[in-house]
């Protein structure tokens, strides 16, 4: 019930977000369409702790910024590897452990690596990624700096 | 103090930065060997590209609606960008398993990627194992 409320005032938010209309008809109109998109998706059984991660939300206020400036310094390295003359990479594929309990933790982790540029998940096997990175450092920084690993962790709250 | 200027300064910075970002970005995709070297350089413009460009915008736009639009395209384009990558990726390393990797010389060498054990494989064995299963029960019922 909880998450069904949640779903539903969200997307009430964003239909606000997205319309800009606030007259009295259009705003019973939308909220009419987010009931019956709630009541659809209740009806599907498509309502749990995965399609709506509220849990997520406090403590990814750590989380997000602490990965947007990972995103910033590995752009900054990669962008200073394409402008070098002689483009110094050493591409190296290392499979990288994720202790993340969850399958959604897992795949956060994953898109994390992805994100930052300069290391890529490739392939993924229950707690084992395969990362692609463009340097060997990177893929060395990875593996001997679980530091990613923890925080995504964290923000699971597994540990 | 100019809030105004301000305010278009930081903006137009952080558009030229994002332009800036976006066509190194397009540069690495030339220079780079192979797919998945593409691939990093790509990611360039996938993120600090589109960070620098949409936070540029989010200036201009202030307090507004379009500020809060602004917001969603970030997070819909943070959220869905590594899934593709990963696809095209996984595409890839089916297609070959093969990538372009440094040797210890530091020489660059196609070498075959280390999978853990092939999941996809034994799935497909086992689903079709099921299927049989399912055949012979509607065979003997």
Redesign the interface.
């Known amino acids: 019930m909880f998450h069904a409320v949640g779903l539903g005032l969200v997307m009430y938010l964003?239909w606000l977000?997205?319309s800009?209309h606030y007259t009295g008809l259009l705003m019973t109109l939308g909220a009419i369409s987010c009931a019956f998109i709630v009541w659809i998706v209740h009806r599907m059984d498509a309502i749990d702790h995965e399609a709506f991660p509220v849990h997520l939300s406090l403590r990814g206020t750590v989380f997000w910024p602490w990965l947007?400036w990972e995103?910033?310094k590995s752009?900054v390295d990669?962008?200073k590897i394409?402008?070098d003359p002689r483009?110094p990479?050493?591409?190296?594929?290392v499979?990288v452990p994720a202790s993340q309990k969850t399958e959604f933790g897992r795949v956060i982790f994953?898109?994390?690596i992805?994100?930052?540029?300069?290391t890529?998940?490739?392939?993924m096997?229950?707690h084992?990624i395969?990362v692609?990175a463009?340097t060997?450092s990177g893929a060395d920084g990875l593996l001997n700096d679980d530091e990613m690993d923890r925080r995504v962790c964290k923000l699971e709250g597994s540990c | 103090m100019d809030w105004e200027l301000l305010r278009d300064g930081l903006s137009w910075a952080m558009l030229l930065g994002g332009a800036a970002?976006s066509l190194?970005?397009g540069?690495?995709i030339l220079?780079?060997?192979?797919i998945?070297?593409r691939?990093?350089?790509a990611?360039?413009t996938d993120?600090?590209g589109a960070?620098l460009i949409l936070g540029g915008l989010m200036i201009q736009g202030g307090l507004t609606?379009v500020t809060?639009?602004l917001v969603?395209t970030l997070f819909f384009l943070?959220?869905t960008?590594?899934?593709s990558?990963?696809a095209l990726?996984?595409a890839?390393?089916t297609d070959t398993r093969t990538?372009?990797?440094?040797r210890d010389d530091?020489t660059?060498a196609p070498?075959e990627?280390?999978?853990?054990?092939d999941?996809d494989a034994l799935d497909i064995a086992a689903d079709e194992a099921a299927r049989q299963s399912i055949r012979d029960e509607e065979s003997r019922a």
């Open positions: 964003l977000v997205l800009g947007l995103i910033v752009n990669v962008a394409i402008l483009l990479i050493s591409p190296t594929v499979r994953a898109n994390s992805t994100l930052t540029p300069g890529m998940s490739v392939h096997e229950d084992t395969v692609h463009l060997r | 970002f190194i970005g540069l690495g220079r780079m060997p192979d998945y070297t691939m990093h350089a990611s360039l993120t600090m960070i609606l809060a639009k969603l943070l959220f960008s590594p899934v990558t990963h990726a996984a890839a390393l990538a372009l990797q440094a530091g660059l070498t990627v280390d999978l853990p054990d999941q």
